[in-house]
Every structure is written in C-alpha cells, then in structure tokens.
C-alpha cells in the first residue's frame, strides 16, 4: 500500500523537527514548534527544554551550564534559516491538505521529546488569533513559551 495522507503529513511535520533539532547541535532535551496558519498568513517559532530549562531560540547559550568551549550559533542568518524552512513545511502541508481535501489547521504545536523519541501535535482548526485584536501568531508563541517554563518549574 503506498503513502497516505497521515504520512506525508508526519513526514513534514519531522522535517520541521530535524531542523529545529540541527539548530541545537543535537543538543535538545525537547523541541517546541509553534505554526500558524491563519487567512493567508503562515508563521512559526520554537525552543526548547535544554538540560532541565525552557530556552528561546536566541538563548540557547544560556542553557549551557559550564564552560566547556561549546557555544551554539545563534545568529539571526540560522534563525532565519531555520523559520523558512518550517514556513516552507507548511506550504507543503496546505498543498497537501487541498491535495486530499483535507482541512488544514489553523494552529499546530509540535513537542519532541528527543530522549524518548516522541512526537506529540496538537491542532486547532478555528481562528485563534485573527479575530482577536490583542493577539497575534507571535503573542500566541510567547504565551505557550511561558506556559511550558512555568509547568517545566
């Protein structure tokens, strides 16, 4: 039997976390993916769990513990790297979904759990942001990035 729908739709969602995964030299406990995909508008952000704490991709220096030489690149040519290949993932998802007429979500939050090699996804299918004039995809990001540091405490 030849690939259905759910796998290619893995399939993207594992790009975007091999990606991420590279951005952290190997080095992430877990990675946390944010997209949204609201009337045309597609974004993304993502961090991490390094060593215990809750780090944003700009940050990843401050979870190194000791000096032992290693520092990761952080520079805004990696992030932005990295953002355009998961916003690329998700052009392909929506092709995909139209492809298989499927509906596509609006917002898709990925945790990996490097150690336990574990994806979980979960997904909203209504307007999260779009209609609300106080939020955005980005303010949307920074209150899940808060949630997760305040749980992982």
């Known amino acids: 039997m030849g690939k259905q729908f759910e796998d290619y739709f893995s399939e993207l969602q594992a790009d975007m976390v ?20 609201e009337e045309g508008l597609i974004s993304n952000d993502f961090f991490y769990n390094i060593g ?20 990761y690149d952080v520079s805004v040519s990696r992030q932005k790297a990295v953002v ?9 998802m929506i092709e995909l ?7 596509m979500p609006t917002e898709i939050k990925i945790i990996y759990d490097v150690i336990e090699n574990k994806l979980k996804a979960d997904y909203k299918y209504e307007l999260v ?9 980005s303010s949307i ?7 997760i540091k305040m749980d992982n405490n």
């Open 18 to 37: 091999s990606i991420c995964l590279e951005y952290a030299s190997d080095q992430a406990d877990k990675i946390y993916i944010y997209c949204s995909i």
């Open 84 to 92: 355009k290949i998961i916003n690329e993932n998700i052009k392909e």
């Open 97 to 103: 979904c139209k492809k298989y007429d499927r509906e």
């Open 141 to 147: 990001s920074k209150y899940w990035f808060e949630d």
């Open 129 to 137: 942001h779009t209609d609300d004039p106080s939020k955005t995809a």
């Open 52 to 71: 215990g704490r809750i780090v944003e991709r700009h940050k990843l220096n401050d979870a190194l513990e000791n000096d032992t030489g290693f520092s």
